[in-house]
């Protein structure tokens, strides 16, 4: 994790187009309340975009790590996206205390900022990653 330190305050840019398979409609909820929502960026799926950037940071600035989750999002969601915009996500590495490894980000469509926030991602060793699921299903019969 000392390697992570030399890229504190890096920043990088992740595009994400708008498709309607991203819009609250879309969220895979039966609901009226969701499907008579207008068709714009959902904040679950802003979230995904946010865990995906920041994944892609992580392993940009550090290919060795391997995998990382998420452990903790933060979010205001401050404006309604349309199909077919263009989100720009900003990410910045901006803290590491032993595992974790802690973002700040800025989204924005174009036109208005559409969030921000903090993502925490945990480094994670794979093959424990897996024994640990593996055991949890066992448990679960």
């Not at 030399?6 to 708008?18: C, D, N, T």
């Amino acid at each position: 994790m000392e390697a992570l330190q030399a890229h504190l305050g890096s920043r990088r840019e992740r595009r994400f187009v708008v498709a309607r398979e991203h819009t609250v409609p879309a969220l895979p909820l039966v609901s009226p309340s969701v499907a008579g929502m207008p068709e714009v960026l959902a904040t679950p799926v802003l979230v995904a975009m946010v865990e995906c950037a920041c994944a892609e940071h992580l392993l940009d600035v550090a290919p060795e790590i391997g995998l990382s989750l998420g452990v903790v999002v933060e979010i205001e969601h401050t404006a309604a996206t349309p199909v077919g915009f263009t989100i720009t996500l900003t990410s910045e590495l901006a803290s590491v205390e032993g595992r974790q490894v802690t973002f700040k980000f800025a989204a924005h469509d174009g036109v208005d900022a559409a969030g921000t926030g903090r993502h925490v991602r945990a480094v994670v060793p794979r093959a424990r990653f897996d024994q640990r699921l593996a055991e949890k299903r066992s448990r679960a019969g």
